[in-house]
């Protein structure tokens, strides 16, 4: 069985390293450095780069504005941006979970206002699903939509909202039929993030990111906002999820190029006489941590190839999830330790080592496990949907 890529995607894997290299300058990065530390992985301008070549709808069809390529080539693309730490996060929720919802189950008016703007990053999404009573279980979600004339009129409140006080719209979530069962009386809209009684209180977290609430008060949106069918929002929204939880396993090579530095920081560093890279402890861990991300990768693959064969890939797709979010916080609980006491130190301290990027990143692993659903709960549908075993 062959694991490789064919020759026109490792060309690709080239262009795109390419090109990386020649826009990720010092220079960018030192403008970048200058921001908050919340927006120091928001770019537009960068975005609007990747735009251009095409490369923000590599597997989404020609038909919408998309290269209509393999999930596969979207994948090699990923991986080279995660590698080489692109800034991504103005577009990450309108390109990765609100357009392929749009173009999966959207009307042909909503493909017409939305993807076009989406693919040329102009426009983009926060996701409103979580609330304050409904995290991991969404189908407990309590936001109402009510039929109103030719609006549904939308009261309620989310919470851990990335990008809601930037966005321009929401991929929102509410319940229009309180007699269904919980599953079966969810929406989704579009939601203009100006419209009035939208209110965006953003609250810092631990990884140097936002998550707002978002207070929703009375806030009509037109029937057309509608996306896919009424009540079959939870059974569309799992085409986000799943779009989220394969960038997820894009996302390994980030932790591979974080992987990399630290054996290199083993390789050239002494302690007590003696280089880092000598003690079995720090070489065993080292060994396993680089099995686990060559797992890692290899599932990354199979959920992209199973979406390049028609699957819905719930199981995979969770598999993936649990094993690099889970991966994530071993790498990092080990990188602050092996870097001893300086590993502590946050960016821009003189005595930082690897630029303080360990440290970060371990308060952001924290989150890996929960957001996009926690780990319990997939692990729950990995033994439900993918080995067939009894709900109870």
Known sequence: MDFGFNEEQERFRVEVREFLQKELTPEFWQGLGTKPPEDQEYSQEFSRKLASRGWLGIGWPQEYGGQGRPYTDQLVC???????????LYHFWAVDLAGPVLIGVGSEDLKKAYVPGILAADINFCIGFTEPEAGSDLASLQARAVAD?????????KMFISLAHKADYCLLAARTNFEAPKHRGISLFVLDMKAP??????????????????YLDSVRVNKDALVGEIDRGWYHLAICLDHERIFVGAL?????????ELVEYVRSTRRNGRLLNENPHIRNNLAQIGIELDVGRLLSYRTAWLLEKGAIPFAEASMTKVLTSELDQRLTNFGVNVLGLHGQLKQGSKWVPLQGRMEQAYRVSILESIGGGTNEIQRSIIALMGLGLPRD
């Open 78 to 88: 990923a991986e080279e941006i995660a590698y080489h730490r692109a800034p991504i």
């Open 149 to 157: 004339g030719d609006d549904y009129v939308i009261n309620g409140q």
């Open 197 to 214: 009684g939208v209110n965006v209180s953003p609250t810092p977290t631990m990884g140097d990111m936002l998550a707002s609430t978002v």
């Open 252 to 260: 390994v090579a980030r932790r591979r190029r974080m992987f990399d």
